[in-house]
């Protein structure tokens, strides 16, 4: 069974970090691209950021472009999104996803993790 | 990137046919077929419904199906059923290799 377990999130001051991360199982992490997607309370829903099985290949969205950055150790299994300078809308519910294997598109997605930005 | 526009409600009867429409650019939807589909459910996370514009993943209902022409892509669900109410997001891949979302449409199975 397919699973992604997210973690790292929760409250943080702004301007603060913090490191998201996806912990694969199920299927073999090192063959699929990822992606992190995230949704503000009661909003929809908000591409952030792609990289490729092998991390050859990066893009972001521009609302997080320099301050947000996706990797991944394929040897852990793990997807991470490291967020700096966060902002008061950078508050919501993060999701990582995966894509179709060689298509477009999520066919697994995580729980999701809250990440709470206030003083 | 500006969001897909999507209707934000939409209501059907149980065993009618309904169909969202989400409507981009020639920059994403019209510019490749890699337009998809989420239902969305309070409190669960999207599950994929229908991807690279016609197909459904493994498990999907049959009542589901997807469309394109041009700038708008379509989601249609047939034999409406009380479970269908849920909250559908569309998505497109994009000229500049992002992605980006549709601002949903909540249906209502009155």
């Known amino acids: 069974e397919v699973q992604l377990v997210e973690s790292g999130g929760g409250l943080v001051q702004p301007g603060g970090s913090l490191r998201l991360s996806c912990v694969a199982s199920?299927?073999?992490?090192?063959?699929?691209?990822m992606n992190w997607v995230r949704q503000a309370p009661g909003k929809g829903l908000e591409w952030l950021s792609y990289?490729?099985?092998?991390?050859?290949?990066?893009n972001q969205a521009d609302s997080v472009k320099g301050r947000f950055t996706i990797s991944r150790d394929n040897a852990k299994n793990t997807l991470y999104l490291q967020m700096n300078s966060l902002r008061d809308d950078d508050t919501a519910l993060y999701y990582c996803?995966?894509?179709?294997?060689?298509?477009?598109?999520?066919?697994?997605w995580g729980q999701g993790i809250l990440v709470s930005v206030s003083s | 990137q500006s969001a897909l526009t999507q209707p934000a409600s939409m209501s059907g009867s149980p065993g009618q046919t309904v169909t969202i429409s989400c409507t981009g650019t020639?920059?994403?939807?019209?510019?490749?077929?890699?337009v998809s589909w989420y239902q969305q459910h309070p409190g669960n996370a999207p599950k994929l419904v229908i991807y690279?514009?016609?197909n459904r993943p493994s498990g999907i209902s049959d009542r589901f199906s997807g469309s394109k022409s041009g700038n708008t892509a379509s989601l249609t669900i047939s034999g409406l059923q009380a479970e269908d109410e849920a909250d559908y997001y569309c998505?497109?891949?994009?000229?500049?290799?992002?992605?980006?979302f549709g601002g949903g449409t909540k249906l209502t199975v009155v």
């Open positions: 998505s497109s891949y994009t000229t500049t290799s992002t992605r980006v």
């Open positions: 996803a995966r894509d179709v294997y060689g298509g477009y598109g999520n066919d697994h």
């Open positions: 690279e514009v016609t």
């Open positions: 199920g299927f073999t992490f090192s063959s699929y691209s």
């Open positions: 990289i490729s099985s092998s991390s050859r290949t990066i």
């Open positions: 020639s920059s994403d939807v019209g510019a490749y077929n890699y």
